[in-house]
């Protein structure tokens, strides 16, 4: 089993930059993809990037390709997300979420963390 915890949230300007963190407890850390999700008020939850269990391939959408960079330390057991040239449609909670394959749809993410705000103001 794998528990997540997210961090690294909060109140940034339009054009800024947050750092997400994703801590994971548990020595099958590495055995998993990891994902970062967001989900809106009022709208479903949505992939945002995604890592395989080496890190050595990662996966972006539109639009977080160039923006985003999502990164992991299986030694730390950690899983980062570094989020660039933020703007208010980017505003959301952000949740990281570990699965045994990678590119997988939302609902094969077996582990969730319970989420961390992102507030980008114009």
């Known amino acids: 089993q794998v528990q997540l915890v997210e961090s690294g949230g909060g109140l940034v300007q339009a054009g800024g930059s947050l750092r997400l963190s994703c801590a994971a407890s548990?020595?099958?850390?590495?055995?998993?993809?990891i994902g970062w999700f967001r989900q809106a008020p009022g709208k479903e939850r949505k992939f945002v990037a995604g890592?395989?269990?080496?890190?050595?391939?990662?996966f972006y959408t539109d639009h977080t390709k160039g923006r985003f960079t999502i990164s992991r330390d299986n030694a730390k057991l950690t899983a980062d997300l570094q989020m660039n040239s933020l703007n208010n449609e980017d505003t959301a909670v952000y949740y990281c979420?570990?699965?045994?394959?990678?590119?997988?749809?939302?609902?094969?993410?077996?582990?969730w963390g319970q989420g961390t705000q992102v507030t980008v103001s114009s």
């Open positions: 979420a570990a699965a045994k394959e990678a590119w997988v749809s939302l609902s094969e993410y077996e582990y």
């Open positions: 890592i395989n269990w080496s890190g050595e391939r990662t």
């Open positions: 548990g020595h099958t850390f590495s055995n998993y993809a």
